[in-house]
């Protein structure tokens, strides 16, 4: 079972200049996904790992910001307290934007990596709602966009997360990147004749491999 990334509007309470910043990493509302939180979902994983989780950079395992230091649950969702290493440069970078975000008092994206481990369906007027009572929380990492867009590619490797913002930011319009990163999750080619093939596409594409080319 793979590892699911959600995004949350993230209002940052106080960010501060050690790296010390607070808010909500997930709450209990229905997501875009018709999944929903149960209040005492994270309740065993938090007893565990004492609310110690590292935070990434865009669920890259291999891009870590900090490490969460302190969190519970309370009556809206899983608040955290986390710390940014501003010895890491990403972590400075990321440090700056939050620190702006909530000088102009606007929302930040935190996106949690977790498994689903109980869960039950229910059945709405609207939408068939998987109520997860029990998640297991690996990490959570800094997001772009905070409007839970993520939710739309919940299981979708980090590997390939670049790839779908790069084409939203190309122009690219949400199904068609859906259907895109699709095609590259293993064991599920695409089908040549859905693929839709057009500049925008091919523009994303060629500026996400040059920036991987200039990393190397």
């Given amino acids: 079972m793979e590892i699911e990334h959600k995004v949350f509007r993230f209002k940052v309470d106080g960010v501060q200049d050690d790296g010390l910043f607070e808010g909500y990493a997930a709450t209990w509302d229905i997501d875009q996904e018709d999944d929903q939180f149960k209040k005492g979902a994270f309740k065993k994983t938090l007893r565990e ?7 990434l950079d865009h669920h890259d395992p291999t891009e870590q910001l900090g490490w969460n230091l302190e969190a519970e649950e309370d009556d809206r969702g899983l608040r955290v307290l986390g710390k940014f290493n501003l010895d890491v440069q990403r972590a400075r970078e990321r440090h700056a934007l939050i620190k702006q975000a909530a000088d102009l008092k606007v929302s930040f994206g935190l996106s949690v990596g977790f498994r689903a481990i ?7 007027a609207d939408a068939d709602i998987r109520i997860i009572k029990e998640a297991r929380l690996f990490e959570y990492s800094t997001a772009v966009f905070p409007m839970n867009l993520a939710a739309g590619i919940t299981g979708v490797k ?24 699709n095609s590259l999750e293993p064991g599920e080619p695409g089908d040549a004749h ?4 057009n500049e925008p596409i091919l523009k994303a594409l060629n500026k996400l491999l040059i920036t991987v080319k200039s990393r190397e």
């Avoid at 790992?49 to 935070?55: A, E, R, T, Y």
């Avoid at 913002?165 to 690219?172: D, Q, T």
């Fill in 49 to 55: 790992n004492k609310g110690h989780f590292p935070i």
């Fill in 118 to 124: 109980k869960w039950e369906m229910t059945q709405t």
């Fill in 158 to 181: 980090a590997l390939y997360e670049p790839v779908y913002h790069e084409l939203i930011a190309c122009g690219v319009d949400e199904a068609k990147a859906r259907v895109i990163i």
């Fill in 194 to 197: 859905s693929m839709p093939d």
